[in-house]
């Protein structure tokens, strides 16, 4: 495995959090070219399997893959629900991210965009729609702070917490690929470091988040891209 980038904080084996991850610049630069992507592939409204529910948070994603939910399930396709069209490259500044913490030999396919708003939240999951369930998921997070909660293996397994803040990086891979996770809500009185930078750029909107995952979906011998 390669060496991880110095500063993470095992928050349980597998689960690393790298506060403060991207400095300034890297958000700024990773909030245009997310400005760009959901320009190109617009924030959409996922509705939860079976009962089609509207999910709180809105998507878009980046990549030959995007994750997926509507009253069908959940899945990866490689085109946007509504538009049709191929999803937009992952942002550069994700793909350096995933090369320097992925600790993981092949590329990401998958970025997954979630924009929250102050009221937004997303309830306990496990990721876990990805083939390759040896590769890390990667989460970058920009804008307003979240409480992001995590347990273990088994849903009733007693949770933690941990603030996410603009430019932090959290790694889920190995014994903590597949924990239970979810965002309890945006803390707005947190100040966010990205500020009246996001403000000024447009985005993630004043008093938002946009949080993104990135993941590798198949094993890298059944798409010869490793
Ligand atoms: C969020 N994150 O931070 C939601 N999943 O908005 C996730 O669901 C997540 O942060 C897998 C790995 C890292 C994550
Ligand atoms: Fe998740």
Not at 121 to 145: K, N
Request: charged share 20%.
């Amino acid at each position: 495995m390669p060496p991880r980038a110095p500063g993470g904080i095992a928050l349980v084996p597998g689960l690393i959090h790298y506060p403060a991850y991207l400095d300034r610049a890297a958000q700024e630069r990773l909030a245009r070219e997310v400005a760009a992507l959901v320009a190109a592939s617009p924030l959409y409204t996922p509705r939860m399997p079976r009962t089609g529910k509207p999910f709180s948070v809105r998507m878009s994603n980046g990549g030959s893959l995007g994750w997926v939910s509507d009253a069908g399930g959940y899945r990866y396709q490689p085109h946007h629900p509504e538009t049709g069209a191929p999803w937009p490259p992952i942002p550069a500044t994700a793909l350096a991210a995933w090369e320097a913490l992925g600790a993981y030999p092949a590329p990401p396919e998958a970025c997954l965009v979630n924009l929250y708003d102050a009221t937004a939240r997303m309830g306990l999951h496990q990721d876990r729609d990805e083939a390759d369930l040896a590769a890390p998921v990667l989460s970058l997070s920009l804008g307003a702070t979240a409480l992001f909660r995590y347990g273990g293996l088994r849903r009733g397994d007693p949770t933690l917490s941990v603030r996410l803040r603009s430019g932090d990086a959290l790694v889920m891979g190995g014994p903590a690929r597949l924990i239970h996770h979810g965002i309890d809500r945006l803390l707005p009185d947190a100040p966010d470091l990205l500020g009246d930078a996001g403000g000024a750029l447009g985005f993630p909107p004043p008093g938002t988040r946009c949080n993104l995952t990135l993941r590798r979906v198949n094993p890298p011998a059944t798409t010869g891209d490793a």
